[in-house]
């Protein structure tokens, strides 16, 4: 496990566990500060991946702050609570806790948390659609519907259903639009010429 899992709160320095449980004040490593910092041995206990809560059963060790009878084996990046291995919500090498996950994803602050994309491929197949009810839009948009559907083609897709049939189709749209118009354009130029 990560020994540095503590911030130092006047630097904002990540403090070694050469710091911790020590009976005077020792200095941050970083800027000097006088740091007396106290934790459970649970913290630097290294934990498995999709283990269940232990029950606690030493004295000195912590409990889970959403179930007491567990062991902690790590403590929340974002409030500092101590977690069993059910409450863990691994994220990015962090942990938080199920309470700091939702109101981070909420408040946009926890990152690496997609809750929402941008649908590309559902741009460029309205850009390639729409304009035909009024046909000299298409003049613009053919263009920018083919640029966003080829940009876009391997931008993430929906969380649910990924698919590129959209992109295929705004695809296929507009470059049949974008010749009718290199069509119209030069029978046009064809005949000024004549």
Not at 71 to 90: E, I, K, P, T, Y
Not at 115 to 123: A, L, P, S
Not at 131 to 138: A, E, G, S, V
Request: proline share 6%.
């Amino acid at each position: 496990m990560n020994n540095a899992l503590i911030l130092c709160p006047k630097c904002r320095a990540w403090l070694l566990q050469g710091v911790f449980n020590q009976p005077d004040f020792v200095a941050c490593p970083a800027c000097a500060a006088p740091l007396q910092v106290e934790v459970f041995p649970a913290m630097f206990r290294k934990r498995d991946a999709g283990q269940s809560g232990e029950a606690v059963v030493a004295d000195g060790e912590s409990s889970c702050f959403y179930h007491p009878r567990k062991r902690a084996v790590v403590s929340c990046d974002g409030c500092g609570r101590f977690l069993c291995a059910l409450c863990d919500c691994g994220l990015n090498e962090r942990h938080f806790c199920p309470a700091c996950l939702e109101s981070g994803r909420s408040r946009g602050k926890v990152q690496g948390l997609a809750h929402q994309r941008t649908r590309y491929d559902k741009i460029a197949l309205a850009l390639a659609l729409y304009p035909m009810l009024i046909f000299y839009l298409t003049l613009i948009t053919a263009p920018i519907a083919l640029f966003v559907a080829i940009r876009y083609w391997k931008a993430p897709t929906a969380l649910l259903r990924p698919t590129r049939s959209r992109y295929i189709a705004a695809i296929v749209i507009s470059v049949l639009q974008i010749g009718g118009w290199v069509a119209f354009f030069s029978s046009v130029s064809i005949t000024w010429n004549s």
